[in-house]
């Protein structure tokens, strides 16, 4: 069955570091893959994805993820962290059934940033 | 940017009652979508639809879960009798072909007493 593993639940950095935000999927085909950022109050909003091609992809708001098919991962980065990216961050994996038809989501992130 | 509007915001409601959330995705989209996700927990799939009917659903979605598109705009979510365990946040999600990203919007807060 297809799962998302999002092996830290929380995580604190400071404003200016670096951040890698790690996701593990498991799934039998090439998966699309998506990372969503959850403000709090807030909805889902797409970071960025990954559905074929350059491994490394480009996001939203300075984010970048690589997919590594050998370590079945999806890790987010940013070189250098603010304060308002403290948020829940979503691994998700898109489950095909007739193109992909749900999305399987980790279990979070939450990002803390310290001034 | 054209998004997904979700109402209410909050929604409480007490046990047994009916409830239907509603949600008015991005209009050119056709694959619609419900989740929900119970405080603290991941995020989960009740259901998708797509042409006007049931694409795929959940174990989650039971018989006392429906979905419907009234018209060209609305996709509602009905809970035919509340159970405390409803209480969650629901989200809906939309896109617009198969190879596209899911748009979800800010959610709909159900507490039931």
């Known amino acids: 069955a297809q799962s998302v593993t999002q092996p830290d639940i929380h995580i604190t950095v400071s404003e200016g570091a670096s951040l890698e935000l790690r996701c593990n999927y498991s799934y039998g085909a090439t998966p699309y893959l998506f990372w969503y950022v959850q403000s709090p109050g807030q909805g889902l909003q797409l970071l960025l994805k990954?559905?074929?091609?350059?491994?490394l992809v480009q996001g939203i708001k300075g984010f970048e993820a690589e997919f590594k098919r050998s370590q079945s991962s999806f890790n987010l980065r940013k070189p250098s962290v603010h304060w308002s990216d403290a948020a829940e961050y979503f691994c998700?994996?898109?489950?095909?059934?007739?193109?992909?038809?749900?999305?399987?989501f980790g279990a979070g992130t939450r990002l803390a940033v310290h001034p | 940017e054209p998004e997904v509007t979700q109402t209410p915001s909050h929604q409480v409601t007490q046990m047994g009652q009916e409830v239907i959330l509603r949600c008015v995705p991005i209009?050119?989209?056709?694959?619609f979508y419900w989740y929900r996700q119970i405080l603290g927990q991941k995020v989960e799939f009740l259901v998708s639809f797509y042409n006007n009917e049931i694409s795929e659903k959940s174990e989650i979605f039971d018989d006392q879960f429906s979905v419907e598109r009234p018209d060209g705009s609305n996709f509602t979510l009905k809970i035919r009798s509340t159970k405390l365990e409803d209480s969650a946040m629901y989200f809906c999600a939309s896109r617009v072909t198969e190879n596209q990203p899911q748009h979800f919007g800010d959610g709909t807060r159900l507490s039931i007493l």
């Open positions: 998700a994996v898109g489950s095909f059934s007739g193109g992909y038809n749900k999305l399987i």
């Open positions: 209009s050119n989209h056709l694959y």
């Open positions: 990954y559905f074929s091609g350059d491994t």
